[in-house]
C-alpha cells in the first residue's frame, strides 16, 4: 500500500449521506472470502459503514458507465488498522468506485481515505493497488473538488492518494493503467540498484548506471508533479 502522508479527509455532502450499516456476512456472500480472510474481518474490522452516496441524484453529478456512482464506505477498526485485504473483498463485492475512510479510535480517534482505482468495464471492475492517506483527525477535512461530472470527481478524489501524476482529462482507467505502469517501473528500478550492488565487471557496472539513469528518469516524470 502507497501512503501519502499530505492527502486529506474529505467533507462529504450532507445531502449524499447514505449511513445504512452493513453486515459482514453481506461480503462473504458476494466476494471470494476464504477462511483466512474471513478471520481478518472478524479479527479487524467492527463495522462497515455504507456512508456516504455520491451519484447524480444526491449532488447532482452525471455519472458514466465507468463511474455510475461513487460510495464512500466507512470501515471501523476492532484495533489499530485494517488491512488491504480486506478493503479488497469490499471492493470486489460492490462494482462500483469505492473510496474508503479507515477509522481507529485508540487513544485518539483518527482516519485515513484510502482507495485503489477502479474500472467498471463490461468484463466486471478492476483495481490496482491500494494508496492512503496518512492518519489524521476528522475534523480536519477540506471542500470536494470542482468537477464537471462523477467520472472527472473521482479522478479529483483520487489523485491526492496516488503515486502518478494524472494529466488533464485522463479517467480512472487511465490512471490506474499508468499506476500500474509506474508500480512495474519502479520494481525494475529496484532490481537494477541490487544488480548494480552486486555487479563486479566494471564494464557492465557502466551499463547498468546508464540503464537505471534512464529509467529513474522516467520514474520521477512519471511520479513528479513538478516535471
Same mark, same amino acid.
Given at each position: 500500500?502507497?501512503?501519502r502522508?499530505?492527502?486529506?479527509?474529505y467533507?462529504?455532502?450532507?445531502?449524499a449521506h447514505?449511513g445504512r450499516?452493513?453486515?459482514k456476512?453481506?461480503?462473504?456472500e458476494h466476494?471470494?472470502v476464504?477462511t483466512a480472510l474471513?478471520?481478518?474481518?472478524v479479527?479487524?474490522?467492527q463495522?462497515i459503514?455504507?456512508a456516504?452516496?455520491? @451519484?447524480?441524484?444526491?449532488?447532482?453529478?452525471a455519472g458514466?458507465?465507468? *463511474?455510475?456512482e461513487?460510495?464512500?464506505?466507512e470501515?471501523?477498526?476492532k484495533?489499530?488498522?485494517?488491512s488491504?485485504a480486506?478493503?479488497a473483498?469490499i471492493?470486489?463485492?460492490?462494482?462500483?468506485? &469505492? &473510496?474508503?475512510e479507515?477509522?481507529?479510535?485508540?487513544?485518539?480517534?483518527e482516519r485515513r481515505m @484510502?482507495?485503489?482505482?477502479?474500472?467498471v468495464?463490461r468484463s466486471?471492475?478492476?483495481?490496482v493497488a491500494?494508496f492512503?492517506?496518512g492518519w489524521q483527525?476528522?475534523?480536519?477535512?477540506?471542500?470536494l473538488?470542482t @468537477?464537471?461530472?462523477?467520472?472527472?470527481?473521482? *479522478?479529483?478524489?483520487?489523485?491526492?492518494?496516488?503515486p502518478v501524476?494524472?494529466l488533464?482529462?485522463?479517467?480512472a482507467? %487511465?490512471?490506474?493503467?499508468?499506476v500500474e @505502469?509506474?508500480?512495474r517501473l519502479?520494481?525494475?528500478v %529496484?532490481?537494477?540498484e541490487?544488480?548494480?550492488?552486486?555487479?563486479?565487471?566494471?564494464n557492465?557496472?557502466v551499463?547498468l548506471r546508464r540503464?537505471?539513469?534512464d529509467k529513474?528518469?522516467?520514474?520521477?516524470?512519471m511520479?513528479?508533479? %513538478?516535471?
Amino acid at each position: 500500500m502507497g501512503e501519502r502522508p499530505d492527502a486529506g479527509l474529505y467533507r462529504w455532502p450532507e445531502r449524499a449521506h447514505f449511513g445504512r450499516v452493513v453486515p459482514k456476512g453481506k461480503f462473504y456472500e458476494h466476494g471470494k472470502v476464504n477462511t483466512a480472510l474471513r478471520d481478518r474481518f472478524v479479527g479487524e474490522v467492527q463495522r462497515i459503514t455504507w456512508a456516504f452516496k455520491l @451519484a447524480e441524484s444526491t449532488i447532482g453529478l452525471a455519472g458514466s458507465a465507468a *463511474v455510475p456512482e461513487i460510495q464512500v464506505f466507512e470501515i471501523e477498526c476492532k484495533g489499530n488498522d485494517a488491512s488491504d485485504a480486506v478493503l479488497a473483498a469490499i471492493d470486489r463485492a460492490v462494482k462500483l468506485p &469505492i &473510496i474508503f475512510e479507515v477509522v481507529r479510535r485508540g487513544d485518539r480517534h483518527e482516519r485515513r481515505m @484510502a482507495a485503489a482505482p477502479k474500472h467498471v468495464g463490461r468484463s466486471g471492475t478492476k483495481s490496482v493497488a491500494y494508496f492512503s492517506s496518512g492518519w489524521q483527525s476528522p475534523d480536519d477535512r477540506h471542500p470536494l473538488p470542482t @468537477a464537471i461530472d462523477l467520472p472527472s470527481l473521482y *479522478v479529483e478524489l483520487l489523485v491526492p492518494l496516488l503515486p502518478v501524476v494524472a494529466l488533464p482529462g485522463e479517467d480512472a482507467a %487511465t490512471v490506474a493503467e499508468r499506476v500500474e @505502469a509506474a508500480r512495474r517501473l519502479q520494481r525494475e528500478v %529496484t532490481t537494477l540498484e541490487r544488480t548494480l550492488r552486486n555487479e563486479p565487471q566494471f564494464n557492465r557496472k557502466v551499463d547498468l548506471r546508464r540503464l537505471l539513469l534512464d529509467k529513474q528518469i522516467l520514474l520521477e516524470a512519471m511520479t513528479s508533479p %513538478t516535471t
